[in-house]
């Protein structure tokens, strides 16, 4: 049984940083590309980034360039790093791999 944990949300002010962690229990890790998505109150959730099992990484647009995927094989854990927060990034951010996802870790950008 594949279990997935995050961590790491909270609050921080514009143009802060957090990093987010998603610890995956079970042996699939290591097969399948991991991803992050988020959803933000009143919308859809969205893809923000994949990182394959080989470490390429894809980003959104909305990532692009301050967010960064990465992946410890060794601990089965992926990362989100998140630089120069904005509003918009508020969302509970959730991990995934294959068919299964965490139960989500809240960010909240605010001043």
């Known amino acids: 049984q594949v279990q997935l944990v995050e961590s790491g949300g909270g609050l921080v002010q514009p143009g802060g940083s957090l990093r987010l962690s998603c610890a995956a229990s079970g042996s699939i890790f290591s097969i399948y590309a991991m991803h992050w998505y988020r959803q933000a109150p009143l919308n859809q959730r969205e893809w923000v980034a994949t990182?394959?099992?080989?470490?390429?990484?894809v980003y959104a647009d909305s990532a692009k360039g301050r967010f960064t995927i990465s992946r410890d094989n060794a601990k089965n854990t992926v990362y989100l790093q998140m630089n120069s927060l904005k509003p918009e990034d508020t969302a509970v951010y959730y991990c995934?791999?294959?068919?299964?996802w965490g139960e989500g870790t809240l960010v909240t950008v605010s001043s």
């Open positions: 990182i394959t099992k080989g470490g390429s990484t």
């Open positions: 995934n791999i294959y068919t299964h």
